[in-house]
C-alpha cells in the first residue's frame, strides 16, 4: 500500500520515526508491508537459521541478514527492498549502520497470504537486474519453491541447493514446510 506520493530517498526511508510498520522502497515510493503471518515467519526463520549455521559451521564467511535489513538495489529514484532473509558473500560484505549499500548474493523471499506471487514476481526480477545472484520464492500455499537466476527459475521438487553461494547447504522442501502443517 502506497502511504505518500512524493518521491523518498534511501536516507529518508532510514530516519522514518519507527512507528512500528516496515516499509520498502520501490524507485522512490514508500510501501508498507504487512506484518507476516506465523507460518510465513516460521519458515523464513528456519531458512534463514539453517543459512546461518552453515555459514559458521563450514566458516564460508559472509553474513547472513534477516527480514528486518534494507538493501539498497538501486539509485535515482531509490529502491531499498527487504528480503524475508539475505546471504552477502565474504567478498562483498562492508559495515554500514545504515542500508546495507548494495544487492544481497541470495534474497530469499517467502510469499505471505497478503502478497500476490505477481508481485514478488517483480520484485525477484528487480533483485535480479540490481546484481543478485539468486533469489529462492517459497510460497507455503502451493508449497512451491523456485530459484530464480538471470539465466532462468528452477523448480525445486525435492531439495533447494546453491551450492555456487553456500557449497554443500541443502533444504528439503519437507524440512522447509514443516512449520507449515
Known amino acids: 500500500m502506497t502511504v505518500d506520493t512524493r518521491v523518498f530517498t534511501a536516507d529518508e526511508l532510514f530516519e522514518l520515526p519507527d512507528d512500528g510498520s516496515r516499509y520498502e522502497l520501490v524507485e522512490g515510493e514508500l510501501r508498507k508491508m504487512s506484518p507476516s503471518g506465523a507460518d510465513h515467519s516460521a519458515i523464513t526463520l528456519l531458512i534463514a537459521a539453517r543459512i546461518l549455521s552453515h555459514v559458521e559451521h563450514h566458516r564460508l564467511g559472509g553474513r547472513v541478514y ?3 535489513a534494507g538493501f539498497v538495489v ?4 531509490d529502491t531499498v527492498l527487504a ?14 549502520p545504515r542500508f546495507f549499500p548494495r544487492p544481497p548474493d541470495l534474497a530469499v523471499e517467502v510469499v505471505s497470504p497478503s502478497d500476490r506471487f505477481s508481485e514478488v514476481v517483480v520484485k525477484t526480477r528487480t533483485y535480479l537486474r540490481a546484481g543478485t ?7 507455503p500455499a502451493s508449497r512451491l519453491v523456485q530459484v530464480h537466476r538471470t ?4 523448480d525445486i521438487t525435492e531439495t533447494l541447493t546453491l551450492d555456487d553461494l553456500l557449497p554443500g547447504w541443502s533444504m528439503t522442501l519437507d524440512d522447509i514446510f514443516t512449520t507449515a502443517r
Open 74 to 77: 538501486s539509485r535515482n529514484p
Open 133 to 139: 545472484r539468486a533469489v529462492v520464492i517459497v510460497d
Open 151 to 154: 539465466s532462468g527459475v528452477t
Open 83 to 96: 528480503p524475508d532473509a539475505a546471504y552477502v558473500s565474504p567478498e562483498r560484505v562492508v559495515g554500514s
Open 66 to 68: 534477516g527480514a528486518d
